[in-house]
């Protein structure tokens, strides 16, 4: 089974493969490219797709939400990689302190 952080580190090795180290190295790169795949989330829904809908271009390229949504992932395991964050502890610490949290975190929304 593959680790977070050894995926993170596989990620960052392709995209030295394939050049996006060489651009995009820029902190606020990293996450607009983060923000930039949240947002081709967002396109998918107004495209009427459903959140499990994968559906291929005619080049095999997949789209829809689950591919953009691990696009997302993979641009936060490279910035993760990049910065040699151990994004594995961070999620894991988080998400405990989040188990502690109130129901709605104490808010109404």
Do not use: Q, W
């Not at 089974?1 to 990293?30: Q, S, W, Y």
């Not at 795949?37 to 939400?65: N, Q, W």
């Amino acid at each position: 089974m593959l680790e977070i952080n050894d995926f993170c580190k596989e990620v960052g090795e392709n995209n030295k493969a394939h050049g996006f180290r060489e651009v995009n190295t820029n902190p606020t790169d990293f996450v607009a490219l983060i923000h930039s795949e949240v947002s081709e989330i967002l396109e998918e829904f107004r495209k009427g797709k459903g959140a499990t809908e994968t559906y291929h271009r005619e080049d095999g390229k997949p789209e829809g939400v689950p591919t953009e949504l691990a696009d997302v992932v993979i641009r936060c395991f490279d910035m993760a990689d990049y910065y040699g964050i151990n994004l594995e502890a961070a999620i894991l610490e988080k998400h405990e302190f989040n188990k502690s949290r109130p129901y709605l975190h104490g808010k109404k929304f």
